[in-house]
């Protein structure tokens, strides 16, 4: 029998091999920017409560992976890729250790590890857990809640028990993206209910205070900020985000009949197992109704959200937790089978554990190869970086740099010079020496007459990874 010190020893061994190579090599790409500057803002301005992106406030995500960023830069005392991404990698280890200790009494030694391991080496927890976005985090959360609920439920302890924490994993989730994931885990936790003909339940005074306690956490950020941003409208723009998803804008069939495939796809290499589900034999009524309900609180919100118009794949990724469980549980059945139509051979325990084991060393493998072979040829075509340095390169160390109206640009994320924004160029203060603007501040502030009798002198003219035009200006005699 696996002992729980060598559980947690070989998760962590995995986790390690799999998440931190090469983990801050790369330059920020695609969202993580909105993830990371207004976590550096807050740092600088001590403003926690709005989430800020150049000179505006970002109000279409709540700010938990902000704060978490922020917490990272202070603790480690440096603000890099590798700080930046370290919340997303431990959010992924944090589940499989819940998986390898609290689900050990409802999975067993060795269900509880395989859990532990599906999670860790699928391909969607891969991509997102070496990144800086909020799907890992979101995710994270919400598998957390659904393991908690169900090792909970299966042990038969205390309605509270069973109840109250996994509110607080769910009220730590609308911190990080919304309601979203309220739909899975309530898909899990109510078709799991039914099969136990136990759906009362789900009326129980500890839910309700539970509910109570999940709303309560995301309250006591969301009341302050629409004080504080009163003028950006800010539930406006949590409908529209919302509104937006359910009515299909951006629509785009061939983009949307992939939804499901590409759904499926995150939980790869594992899905290949998925012909055995319908032959497990259990011995216990308990982790017969599990099973059940989970193939169905995972069907069901699947083909739900993936028939959305306006959907993504990813929207379905905190079904990766139950799915992970499921197979655990499947692989570690009493009996199980192979399909007739691929051999119907008895599948051991022994050979199920080695396949396991199999499939997580070659993921380890490949990601220390990607790290070795493929990461150093991406850097030499990184461009984020090279902006930073041609602008850092004009202006001395102990000069302010401002960013008139910066809208998203990733690049200052390396930008060396002390940092601020400002809406326009009115608002530049009078000792400013350089600032940046964008092509359509360009003729203003060249004319701008604010410094007289100095002047705006064009330094620099470089054009971002979106081939939009940066202007560096510096302010001196005529």
């Not at 069939?253 to 759904?263: E, I």
């Not at 603007?437 to 470089?462: I, Y």
Request: net charge positive; hydrophobic share 50%.
């Amino acid at each position: 029998m696996l002992s729980r010190v060598n559980s947690l020893l070989i998760v962590v061994l995995i986790w390690t091999a799999i998440y931190l190579p090469a983990l801050g090599s790369l330059e920020i790409k695609g969202e993580e920017g909105r993830r990371i500057l207004p976590a550096v803002t807050m740092l600088q301005t001590g403003n926690y409560i709005v989430p800020q992106v150049g000179s505006e406030p970002y109000l279409r995500k709540p700010p938990l992976v902000n704060w978490l960023v922020a917490a990272s830069f202070k603790i480690f005392g440096k603000r890099n890729e590798w700080t930046a991404r370290l919340p997303s990698a431990l959010s992924a280890l944090a589940v499989a250790i819940a998986f390898a200790t609290l689900a050990r009494a409802s999975l067993g030694a060795s269900g509880s590890t395989i859990a532990a391991l599906i999670w860790l080496t699928n391909f969607g927890m891969i991509e997102k857990g070496r990144l800086i976005e909020i799907e890992a985090l979101y995710v994270s959360l919400c598998g957390l809640a659904i393991i908690f609920w169900l090792s909970f439920w299966e042990q038969k302890k205390s309605p509270w028990l069973i109840w109250i924490p996994a509110s607080i994993f769910l009220g730590l989730g609308l911190l990080a993206k919304g309601p979203m994931h309220l739909l899975f885990f309530y898909a899990i936790v109510i078709a799991v209910l039914c099969h136990a003909g136990e759906q009362r339940k789900i009326w129980s005074a500890a839910h309700l205070i539970g509910l109570v306690i999940m709303t309560s956490i995301f309250a006591a950020w969301a009341i302050p900020c629409l004080e504080m941003a009163r003028d950006a409208h800010v539930a406006h723009i949590w409908w529209r985000q919302f509104s937006g998803r359910l009515a299909g804008e951006g629509f785009k069939f061939g983009s949307w009949a992939l939804n499901l495939p590409r759904s499926l796809g995150y939980f790869l290499p594992w899905l290949l197992l998925l012909p055995l589900l319908p032959s497990p034999k259990f011995s216990s009524e308990r982790k017969i109704d599990i099973v059940r309900g989970l193939c169905w609180g995972i069907a069901v919100p699947l083909a739900i959200v993936d028939l959305i118009p306006g959907s993504l794949p990813r929207y379905t990724m905190p079904l990766l937790a139950p799915a992970a469980w499921l197979l655990a549980e499947t692989l570690t059945a009493e009996t199980l089978t192979w399909p007739h139509w691929l051999g119907g051979k008895q599948f051991p325990p022994k050979d199920r554990q080695w396949a396991v084991m199999l499939i997580s060393i070659l993921t380890c493998v490949c990601l220390c190869a990607y790290a070795l072979a493929i990461v150093p040829q991406v850097q030499k075509r990184q461009k984020l970086r090279v902006i930073a340095a041609q602008i850092d390169a004009m202006i001395p160390v102990s000069q302010r740099l401002y960013a008139v109206d910066p809208d998203y640009q990733p690049f200052l994320f390396y930008i060396h010079a002390p940092l601020a924004y400002v809406s326009n160029v009115e608002e530049l203060p009078d000792d400013t020496r350089y600032f940046l603007v964008q092509r359509e501040n360009e003729a203003l502030a060249a004319a701008s007459k604010k410094w007289a009798p100095r002047q705006t002198h064009l330094l620099l003219r470089l054009s971002d990874y979106r081939k939009r035009e940066i202007i560096l200006f510096a302010v001196g005699p005529t």
